[in-house]
C-alpha cells in the first residue's frame, strides 16, 4: 500500500461546477496535509495546507480533513478551464522531516 | 526574490557520465529536498537535509549523493548515470516556524535524460 493515494484521474467537470478531489494516507502519525497544484511543465505551487480535521475554506478552495478516516479531501467551487491542472496531495509526519507526496489527480475542467 | 533556483534546466548525458544538480535558496530555510517526477509515479524523495551539516535518505536514494554545502545550497550528484535516471528533478525548502504551515517551496525543475 502507498503511503499516499490518488485517484490519477482525469477528472473531467464543467465549467462552474464543483470538483472533488480525494486523497487517503497510511501513516497515523501523520499531521499536516497539503495540496499542491501542478500545471504541465511547471513545478507545484501550494493551494492549501490543513491540520485539523474539520474543513478549512479559502476562496474558492476547501480543504477537508478526517483523522479517523485517515482521507483528506479538496473541493474547488465555481470550477474555471484555468483550474485544469494535475493537484497533488502531500503528508508530513512531525520530526521527520519528510513530505510524501501521492500521485497526483489530473482535473479538466470543461468550457 | 529568486526563491529556490535550480541549474541546469534541461541536460542530456549519456550512460555512465557523471553530473551535479546545483540547488540553491535565498529564504533563510533550514531544510532542503531533492524528488524526482516520473509519469504515474507522483513526487518520490531521493534525499533530504534537515538542516545545515545533515542529509538522509528519502524513498528512493539509490544511484545518488547529496552535499549540503552550506545553508543555501543542497546538490544532487548522480556519478554513473543510467537511463532509469531520466527525469524531472526538483529542488525545494522549507522553513522551520514558517509560517504558511510547514510548506515547502519548489525550485523550477530540471529535466534529465539519459540516453
Known amino acids: 500500500q502507498k503511503e499516499v493515494e490518488q485517484n490519477s484521474g482525469p477528472l473531467s467537470v464543467p465549467e462552474g461546477a464543483i470538483a472533488s478531489l480525494n486523497c487517503t494516507y497510511s501513516d497515523r502519525g501523520s499531521q499536516s496535509f497539503f495540496w499542491y497544484r501542478q500545471y504541465s511543465g511547471k513545478s507545484p505551487e501550494l493551494i492549501m495546507f490543513?491540520?485539523?480535521?474539520g474543513d478549512k475554506e479559502d476562496g474558492r478552495f476547501t480543504a477537508q480533513l478526517n483523522k479517523a478516516s485517515q482521507y483528506v479531501s479538496l473541493l474547488i467551487r465555481d470550477s474555471q478551464p484555468s483550474d485544469s491542472a494535475t493537484y497533488l496531495c502531500?503528508?508530513?509526519?512531525?520530526?521527520?522531516?519528510?513530505?510524501?507526496f501521492g500521485t497526483g489527480t489530473r482535473l479538466k475542467v470543461l468550457a | 526574490n529568486a526563491g529556490v533556483t535550480q541549474t541546469p534546466k534541461f541536460q542530456v548525458l549519456k550512460t555512465g557520465q557523471s553530473m551535479t544538480l546545483q540547488c540553491a535558496q535565498d529564504?533563510?530555510?533550514?531544510?532542503m529536498y531533492w524528488y524526482r517526477q516520473d509519469p504515474g509515479m507522483g513526487l518520490r524523495l531521493i534525499y533530504y537535509?534537515?538542516?545545515?551539516?545533515?542529509?538522509d535518505k528519502g524513498e528512493v536514494p539509490n544511484g545518488y549523493n547529496v552535499s549540503r554545502l552550506n545553508k543555501r545550497e543542497f546538490s544532487l550528484r548522480l556519478e554513473s548515470a543510467a537511463p532509469s535516471q531520466t527525469s524531472v528533478y526538483f529542488c525545494?525548502?522549507?522553513?522551520?516556524?514558517?509560517?504558511?504551515?510547514?510548506?515547502?517551496?519548489f525550485g523550477e525543475g530540471s529535466w534529465l535524460t539519459v540516453v
Open positions: 490543513i491540520y485539523s480535521n
Open positions: 529564504m533563510n530555510h533550514n531544510s
Open positions: 525545494a525548502s522549507r522553513k522551520l516556524g514558517d509560517p504558511s504551515g510547514n510548506t515547502i517551496y
Open positions: 502531500a503528508v508530513s509526519t512531525s520530526g521527520t522531516y519528510k513530505y510524501i
Open positions: 537535509s534537515a538542516s545545515e551539516g545533515t542529509t
